[in-house]
């Protein structure tokens, strides 16, 4: 007999998944039955928050969905967190748990793992989440999974299996071939409509964002035919290269950025919903647009969030862009142009700006020198808030945090565990404090355990400084901010990585020649440390 559970997995083999993070419990196990010669590999975290987070590295890594296995209650409230970061990131990620049979729900009788409604629990995270109540709907609700992920803004999904049902028969079912999905085309008319206006601009600029991430090529083109100046979000870094003409990187909330932005008559903003943790991370109100703003979006509630346009297009970000640069006359990229030359002031206010972050600058420039197609994914801390704002890279989908979005701790290191393991050739570096790595730090063992090398450089300043220095601007004495940190080089050890503590930035570029590539090198840098000198 094909069980229920069995049949999920090969179907989502059939559509292409290849990994999926999960930690088995009694609840769970019959999903496991299918798993052995579906071709789906299994990584077992050692807490399903890890689970959620290395699928969303995975996905941010190759552009398709994480998918994560949990257990009812405990594991799938474990896991809200990393949904919750997915969500705001716009990243997909399936999760499928179990829950109590289908007589039982809602009883509240005190079964094991029982909840009033977990379904409610993961609505706020969700794009959707579906109770599967009979064998035959399970194809379509997962055809609905793929639909977002595939049609519209990608979102986490959440599907859960009542404990009858995985162990259901499903030999009847057929396998489902995947269904082929476009994304909204824009309207031809109001791509007529901003190309018009475009044309008209004089002080155009060009606010782009994750959503443009399988675009580059539109994006580099539409920004040479605008000679528009061009801000990316930290998720759209790498769509302009480094040392374009046109590029600001992801420093909108740095006055010489935000005065091209008060002082541009048409703004395009294409797959970004300006949100503040990209545009205001100072969080003063002060990113200001007053000419003509155009929105371009997937999503249509996205287009009137925040800022009000002018003119809001819905529709696939690549479409749009090639419609766009249909309607416009063809230009080769100037690096002496009215917007070369706009650029260059914002880069020279930038540079004053930034010149106190010489010691950042140096460290990336030897991650640089010495991995320099490596991926950067991190989570909140100094290194991710300066290389933020310092580092350009040549392609999308090579640096992401969780310092946008959601913003939770503990982010770094699973996620760049996913990311590896979906791109086993790019050398992975995954940017850690001490406070974050501790939220996580048990997922050693799992990287240890499924033989992934990274590097992870871990920024240890004994506790959460960020947060100390916020308390001491606002004159409210430190508290709960200075940890009792452990000696992460032995512990690192134990795990079974290996782990120094940097010397000098000469010493960080060697240890990065000799990372291994099936287990973990930790360097630990101390805020303190020659390293960090001018």
């Given amino acids: 007999m094909t069980t229920c559970g069995e049949f999920l997995v ?19 196990v019959e999903l496991y039955r299918g798993l052995p010669g579906s071709g789906i590999r299994h990584i077992t975290p050692r807490h399903e928050q890890g689970a959620g987070f290395m699928a969303d590295g995975y996905a941010r890594a190759s552009g398709r969905p994480g998918v994560c296995f949990v257990i009812s209650g405990p594991g799938l409230t474990n896991c809200l967190t990393a949904m919750a970061q997915a969500y705001g990131d716009s990243v997909p990620l399936l999760v499928i748990s179990s829950v109590n049979e289908r007589a039982r729900l809602g009883h509240g009788a005190g079964y094991l793992h029982e909840l009033p409604n977990q379904r409610n ?29 595939d049609g519209e803004r990608p979102r986490p999904v959440h599907l859960e299996l009542p404990l009858d049902i995985i162990t259901a028969p499903a030999d009847h079912l057929a396998l489902m071939p995947k269904p082929k999905l476009a994304r909204p085309e824009p309207a031809a008319a109001l791509l007529d409509c901003a190309a018009v206006r475009l044309r008209e601009a004089e002080r155009p600029l060009l606010l782009i964002g994750g959503g443009c991430q399988d675009a580059a090529d539109e994006v580099r083109a539409l920004a040479a035919a605008l000679d528009a100046p061009t801000a990316t979000t930290i998720n759209a870094k790498g769509l302009l290269p480094p040392g374009h003409p046109l590029a600001l990187g992801s420093n909108q909330a740095l006055p010489p950025v935000r005065a091209l932005a008060r002082e541009a008559d048409v703004i395009l903003a294409v797959g970004t919903e300006l949100g503040e943790t990209d545009y205001d991370v100072v969080f003063d109100g002060g990113f200001q647009l007053t000419g003509d703003l155009i929105r371009i979006d997937l999503d249509p509630r996205m287009l009137v969030a925040g800022h009000p346009p002018w003119l809001g297009v819905v529709g696939d970000a690549q479409a749009a862009l090639q419609g766009l640069l249909q309607r416009l006359p063809r230009r080769e990229l100037d690096p002496t142009g009215p917007g070369a030359r706009r650029t260059a002031i914002a880069q020279a206010g930038l540079a004053r700006e930034l010149a106190g972050w010489t010691h950042f600058r140096q460290l990336f420039e030897r991650l640089q020198r010495a ?27 090579r640096w992401f945090n969780a310092s946008t979005g959601y913003g939770t701790l503990g982010y770094g290191l699973p996620a760049a565990l996913g990311a590896r393991l979906a791109d086993p050739r790019r050398p992975v570096i995954c940017l850690v404090g001490d406070g974050g790595l501790l939220f996580t730090l048990s997922e050693l063992a799992s990287a240890v355990e499924a033989q992934i090398g990274i590097v992870i450089l871990l920024w240890n300043n004994h506790g959460y400084g960020e947060i100390r220095r916020y308390m001491e601007q606002r004159d409210i004495t430190p508290l709960g901010v200075d940890l009792v940190t452990p000696d992460f080089l032995a512990l690192a050890r134990a795990f079974g990585c290996l782990a120094e503590r940097a010397r000098d930035l000469d010493h960080v570029q060697d240890l990065l020649a000799t990372a291994p590539t099936d287990r973990p090198l930790l360097i630990e840098l101390r805020e303190v440390a020659p390293f960090v000198s001018a």
Avoid: C, K, M
Wanted: cysteine-free; hydrophobic content about 45%.
């Fill in 10 to 28: 090969r179907q989502l083999a059939a559509w292409g998944v290849d990994t999926v993070f999960g930690i088995p419990g009694v609840h769970t």
């Fill in 121 to 149: 629990l993961t609505a706020g995270v969700t794009a959707f989440s579906h109770t599967l109540l009979e064998v035959d709907g399970l194809p379509s609700v997962l055809a609905r999974a793929f639909a977002v992920f």
């Fill in 371 to 397: 991995l320099p197609d490596a991926r950067y994914v991190g989570d909140s801390t100094q290194t991710v808030y300066a290389g933020n704002h310092l580092v350009e890279l040549d392609g999308p989908r």
